[in-house]
């Protein structure tokens, strides 16, 4: 079955980096676009990221671009997220899930995510 381990979350200072991970399993990894999305405490969902199959296009929300940069290891299934700059409403529950910013919302599974918290 499909499987999506998110894993490098953390406790940053403001202006501090994390990167993300992510390892997937359970269907042809390559064939899919892949999104980050990210969940603060007491609001919804909210697509942050995502990648073309191959890796070579990428997307941002406006919040975030400049400051992170999702890749992708289709030899490793594994997904990444660099998060440079980052900032107090960067806190939140990242999660990475199969399908692009239209269609994350649809992924088959969704991981237990990764815990992000920015704080001085």
């Known amino acids: 079955q499909v499987q999506l381990v998110e894993s490098g979350g953390g406790l940053v200072q403001p202006g501090g980096s994390l990167r993300l991970s992510c390892a997937v399993s359970?269907?042809?990894?390559?064939?899919?676009?892949m999104s980050w999305v990210r969940q603060a405490p007491g609001k919804g969902r909210e697509w942050v990221s995502d990648i073309s199959t191959g890796g070579a296009t990428t997307r941002y929300a406006d919040s975030v671009k400049g400051r992170f940069t999702i890749s992708r290891d289709n030899a490793k299934n594994t997904l990444n997220l660099q998060m440079n700059s980052l900032k107090p409403e960067d806190t939140a529950l990242y999660y990475c899930?199969?399908?692009?910013?239209?269609?994350?919302?649809?992924?088959?599974?969704w991981g237990q995510g990764t815990q992000v918290t920015v704080s001085s």
């Open positions: 359970g269907f042809t990894f390559s064939n899919y676009y």
């Open positions: 899930v199969r399908g692009d910013r239209r269609t994350w919302y649809l992924s088959p599974a």
